[in-house]
């Protein structure tokens, strides 16, 4: 089992900038995969950023490429999602997910993530 608790959502302004952690309990942190996902209203979950247990390899939705920066450390236990230069499209509740069945491969589909947080609201305004 794993336990997911994301912090750091809030209101900013357009061009401004956030930092998203995500704290996990659980199974052994640097053991899996993790991933950040964002859901908009009347629309569907999609993936953000994805990192592999050491850091080592990323990847990024194309929409936040550039501006978006996906890190963890394990000693904390933590992943983050630093945002910058934010669009009023960004608008959305972020989920961080634990892919618990990859350790070595960022991947972005949401079906393959095991455990879910319950999720921050970021508002861009314009």
């Known amino acids: 089992q794993v336990q997911l608790v994301e912090s750091g959502g809030g209101l900013v302004q357009a061009g401004g900038s956030l930092r998203l952690s995500c704290a996990a309990s659980?199974?052994?942190?640097?053991?899996?995969?993790m991933g950040w996902f964002r859901q908009a209203p009347g629309k569907e979950r999609e993936f953000v950023a994805a990192?592999?247990?050491?850091?080592?390899?990323?990847s990024y939705a194309d929409s936040v490429k550039g501006r978006f920066t996906i890190s963890r450390d394990n000693a904390k236990n933590t992943v983050y999602l630093q945002m910058n230069s934010l669009k009023v499209e960004d608008t959305a509740v972020y989920y961080c997910a634990a892919d618990v069945r990859s350790r070595w491969i960022p991947r972005p589909s949401s079906f393959l993530y095991d455990y879910w947080g319950q999720g921050t609201q970021v508002t861009v305004s314009s």
């Open positions: 659980g199974r052994t942190f640097s053991a899996y995969a």
């Open positions: 990192i592999t247990w050491s850091g080592g390899s990323t």
